[in-house]
C-alpha cells in the first residue's frame, strides 16, 4: 500500500524593505497589493508599515528616543524598548558605577 502527500507550498512568506509581503498561493507566488481588492486594503502588511516608518528614518534617529516617538501610538512596547535603549546608552556615558557594572563591550545593557 502507498500513500501520496501533496506539499503545496514550500515557500515560506517573507518582505523586504524593497518589495511587500509575498507568500506562496496556488503554485503561484502572490504579493501583497492595496490596488488589486478591497481584501488588500483590510490587510497590515507590516512590509507597508516598515517601509513607511524608514521613510521617516526610523532606527536610525539620535538620540534614540525619537524612534519610540514613531511607534508610541501603535506599538507601545516597542517604544518603551527604545526609550529603555536610550536611558541606558546615557548611564553607559555618563554614570561611572552604572558602566562599570557591565562589560565594556556593552553598550546598552538589558538589550
Known amino acids: 500500500m502507498s500513500s501520496q502527500v501533496e506539499v503545496t507550498e514550500r515557500i515560506a512568506p ?3 524593505s524593497e ?3 509575498m507568500w ?5 507566488l502572490t504579493s501583497f497589493s492595496p490596488e488589486v481588492t478591497q481584501l488588500f486594503n483590510e490587510v497590515k502588511d507590516v512590509s507597508v508599515t516598515m517601509q513607511a516608518r524608514v521613510a521617516l528614518g526610523y ?5 534614540l528616543w525619537r524612534n519610540a516617538e514613531i511607534v508610541q501610538d501603535s506599538q507601545p512596547s516597542v517604544a518603551t ?4 535603549m536610550h536611558h541606558c546608552g ?3 556615558k555618563e554614570d561611572l558605577s552604572f558602566r562599570n557594572a557591565f562589560s565594556k563591550h556593552a ?3 538589558g538589550t
Open 81 to 84: 524598548a527604545w526609550n529603555w
Open 107 to 109: 553598550k546598552y545593557p
Open 90 to 92: 546615557k548611564l553607559m
Open 19 to 21: 518589495h511587500c509581503l
Open 59 to 63: 532606527g536610525a534617529m539620535d538620540p
Open 24 to 28: 506562496p498561493h496556488q503554485g503561484r
Open 14 to 16: 517573507s518582505w523586504s
